[in-house]
C-alpha cells in the first residue's frame, strides 16, 4: 500500500516549452502533496505545498506563475514547468501526504531541458 | 530557517564493516526525523522513523538514534553488504508544519 507513481519517469523538451508532470497517490487518498526539486548531489528543495482544491503554497524563491501546481483531485497533482529553459533540468519529486502523520514519495522525474 | 547537514558526503567501506552515518540539524524544535535511502535516479524509501519523544528505532540491520537537545541523528547499519550502496538522506520535519527539511545525503558504496 502507499504507493505514489509520476508520470513521466524522464521527459526531454526543447527550450521554451511547457512541461507537465503527474503525481497520483494510487491507493490512498492525499489531502496534501509536496513537490521538490534535487539537482545533483544536493539535497531536495521543496517547491510548494500543494492542497486539495486550493491554491499551492510556494516557497520562497520559487516563481509561481513558472512551475504551476494544480491539485484537482484527493489523487491527483500536477506540476507544470511553463517556457522551460536549460537551468530548468533537475530531478523532480511528489510526494503525498494522507490523513495520517506521513508523506510517501513518487519515483521523481528527470527533466531535461534543452 | 532550519538546515540540516550530513556528514560525510561519501563513504566507501568494505563488505562487512558496520556503517556510521551523522546528520546534524540548527533547530532542536522537531516533529520527527526520518531517514530515507535514494538510488541513483530513483525515488525515496523510508528507512526508519524518530519521533521526537524517542531517543532511536531499529529495523533489522539498521538503528538510528535522536539526541533532539544537541540536534544530532545517527543511522547506523550494521554488517554491511554492496546492496546497502546508495545514498542515504536525512530529513526533519519542524514542530509547526509537515514540511520536511533534507540534507544532502551520504552516498555510500560498500565494495565486495
Known amino acids: 500500500g502507499a504507493v505514489v507513481s509520476q508520470h513521466p519517469s524522464w521527459v526531454i523538451c526543447k527550450s521554451g516549452t511547457s512541461v507537465k508532470i503527474e503525481c497520483r497517490s494510487l491507493d490512498f487518498q492525499a489531502t496534501t502533496m509536496f513537490w521538490y526539486r534535487q539537482f545533483p548531489k544536493q539535497s531536495l528543495m521543496l517547491m510548494a505545498t500543494?492542497?486539495?482544491?486550493?491554491?499551492?503554497?510556494?516557497e520562497q524563491g520559487v516563481e509561481k506563475d513558472k512551475f504551476l501546481i494544480n491539485h484537482a483531485s484527493l489523487t491527483l497533482s500536477t506540476l507544470t514547468v511553463t517556457s522551460a529553459h536549460p537551468e530548468d533540468s533537475s530531478f523532480y519529486i511528489c510526494?503525498?501526504?494522507?490523513?495520517?502523520?506521513?508523506?510517501?514519495f513518487g519515483p521523481g522525474t528527470r527533466l531535461t531541458v534543452l | 530557517k532550519q538546515e540540516v547537514t550530513q556528514i560525510p558526503a561519501a563513504l566507501s567501506v568494505p563488505e562487512g564493516e558496520n556503517l556510521v552515518l551523522n546528520c546534524s540539524f540548527t533547530?532542536?524544535?522537531?516533529?520527527?526525523l526520518q531517514w530515507f535511502r535514494q538510488d541513483p535516479g530513483k525515488g525515496l524509501t523510508s528507512l526508519l522513523l524518530?519521533?521526537?519523544?524517542?531517543r532511536e528505532q531499529t529495523s533489522g540491520r539498521l538503528n538510528a538514534s535522536l539526541d533532539k537537545s544537541s540536534g544530532r541523528s545517527t543511522l547506523y547499519i550494521a554488517a554491511s553488504q554492496p546492496g546497502d550502496s546508495a545514498t542515504y538522506l536525512c530529513?526533519?520535519?519542524?514542530?509547526?508544519?509537515?514540511?520536511?527539511?533534507f540534507g544532502a545525503g551520504t552516498t555510500v558504496t560498500v565494495r565486495a
Open positions: 510526494s503525498a501526504r494522507p490523513v495520517v502523520d506521513t508523506q510517501y
Open positions: 524518530i519521533q521526537s519523544s524517542q
Open positions: 500543494s492542497n486539495e482544491g486550493s491554491k499551492a503554497t510556494y
Open positions: 530529513a526533519v520535519r519542524g514542530s509547526n508544519d509537515y514540511k520536511l527539511s
Open positions: 533547530d532542536s524544535a522537531i516533529y520527527n
